[in-house]
């Protein structure tokens, strides 16, 4: 499946692809490097999420960051913000940044009556890079369920724009040395 999310911002068109698929086949993904022993199938019937952003603007415009929040309930139950462990006490509130930044995220655990929800959020500083500042300029809402018999992944849509709000708190309470604008960056009028 892939959604196409198109933006404006900082005077320039772009656009967010979002391919998302069950995963078949593990070692191309890449997670049996992530150390949980050496099962061959680890992740598989899990979805896949890849998201690529083609922009207009160059050098410092380019600039921007993924911000995802994620939920779960079932065997444990909480929100957190997603971070890379080798970020996880920094503070940098990106699980990706950089100039035209990818996303990628293949989600996978071995308990039953899990049901896991993301909202990934292409961010930007007004600034390009000076101070921290983020405003959302699209996003999209995807995950998976194993509470049935079967993992299942769950639909991928446009994020509901009040997905902010939420992520926007936890957001400024664990960073507060940024500041997270409500308003949205995206300049496309709906």
């Not at 050496?38 to 922009?55: E, H, L, N, Q, S």
């Not at 000076?130 to 769950?154: I, K, N």
Request: charged share 20%; hydrophobic share 40%; glycine share 8%.
């Amino acid at each position: 499946m892939e959604l196409r999310i198109p933006f404006r911002a900082r005077g320039h068109d772009g656009v967010v692809t979002v391919e998302y698929e069950v995963n078949e086949n593990p070692q191309r993904w890449g997670n049996p490097l992530l150390g949980f022993g050496d099962p061959p199938d680890i992740g598989k019937g899990f979805p896949v999420c890849r998201a690529t952003v083609a922009y207009d603007g160059e050098g410092y415009a380019s600039v921007m960051g993924w911000i995802q929040i994620l939920r779960f309930h079932g065997t444990e139950n909480g929100e957190i913000i997603d971070l890379p462990p080798q970020l996880a006490e920094s503070e940098m509130p990106y699980v990706y940044w950089g100039p035209y930044p990818s996303f990628f995220d293949n989600p996978f655990t071995n308990k039953k009556g899990v049901h896991w929800t993301a909202d990934a959020f292409l961010v930007v500083s007004p600034d390009a890079v000076m101070t921290r500042v983020v405003q959302p300029v699209c996003g999209f809402h995807w995950g998976y369920s194993t509470e049935g018999d079967e993992t299942s992944a769950l639909p991928l849509t446009l994020v509901d724009p009040d997905a902010w709000v939420f992520a926007r708190m936890l957001l400024r309470e664990r960073y507060r040395q940024w500041e997270f604008r409500a308003e949205w960056a995206n300049e496309m009028t709906a």
